[in-house]
């Protein structure tokens, strides 16, 4: 059995991804009632059209819900309550499916498992994804990040269905940041094609950004090649460029000057300010990461911002 803690829309269709593969599938929802409705309805209405194969059981008991390989789809900024609140967590396998940094301590999904219950086996399955897609069924690769290799091939293993295609890691650092950070440049992609900036300017916004990342990465000890990968430049390209991203709406009602949905958990948001923190921290430039905190506070206007990213002093690429 694989348990789902979370049932948002990308916890409801990596339970349905991994039912249609054989397994049986416990998705837990916090709220009884909305267990209790996506029990008998056998649908989660984030995901319409979407039925929930008979393989998968919805629960609110937090018990009930425990197995072997528990996978945690939480937002990111919750993840720390989540396991705070539930130590029978420890000792199991705990795969993050969340993509942020935590305010206050700056550290990413694995780094907080093991913070919290250091006896868990930590990891973290990210990469280009649309919780709608996997739900669908349509084709979606993935990549799967944790310390120990031989715990990565097992899981490799173990979660594989027939339209998730998994490849395994154990640069969690460069998958955590990866995954991060590209929710950032995502915004500000969002704001460039809101504002009317065009789409040469997005392409600028994700070369350079994609540049930020590897710097914020390597500095911290990631691989360079992971943030070449799915969790990276794959992940990056997906969120820029489709209006199903959060953050990249998020990023275009700002650049429109439009009010954004408050109940859509944004995590590019809390994400920049982190990544902003770190960067001064370990004195790493991040412009971009930079300009979208300062429009997000409010001290910076679209334009010019976008004048002082212009006017930034020539440099080799």
Known sequence: MISVLGAGAFGTA??????????????????????????????????PGVTLPKTVSVTADFTASLSDVILLAVPMQ???????????????????????VELGTQLGPVAVIRDVLPKATPAILTGP???????????TALTLATPEEHTGKALQQRLLSPNLRIYR???TVGAELGGALKNVIAIACGIAIGAGLGDSAR????TRGYAEMQRMAQALGAQPDTLAGLSGFGDLTLT????????????????RGEDFDPSVTVEGAATARAAHARAKVI???????????????????IRDAMEMLLARPPKEE
């Open 240 to 255: 820029c460029s489709s209006d199903q991203s959060r953050n990249y709406r998020f990023g275009l009602s700002l650049g």
């Open 78 to 100: 919750k993840l720390r309550g989540l396991l705070q609140s539930h130590p029978e967590l420890s000792g199991r396998t705990l795969i993050a499916c969340c993509k942020g």
């Open 283 to 301: 004195n790493i430039d991040m412009p971009i990461t930079a300009a979208v905190v300062a429009i997000l506070d409010g001290g910076l206007q």
């Open 14 to 47: 990596l339970a349905v991804a991994f039912a249609r593969g054989g397994d049986q599938v416990t998705l837990w929802a916090r709220d009884a009632q909305a267990a209790q409705d996506m029990q008998s309805k056998r649908e989660n209405p984030r995901l």
């Open 203 to 206: 392409a600028a916004l994700m």
């Open 169 to 171: 890691t154990t640069d």
């Open 129 to 139: 994804s649309f919780a709608a897609d996997i739900a669908r069924g349509l084709p």
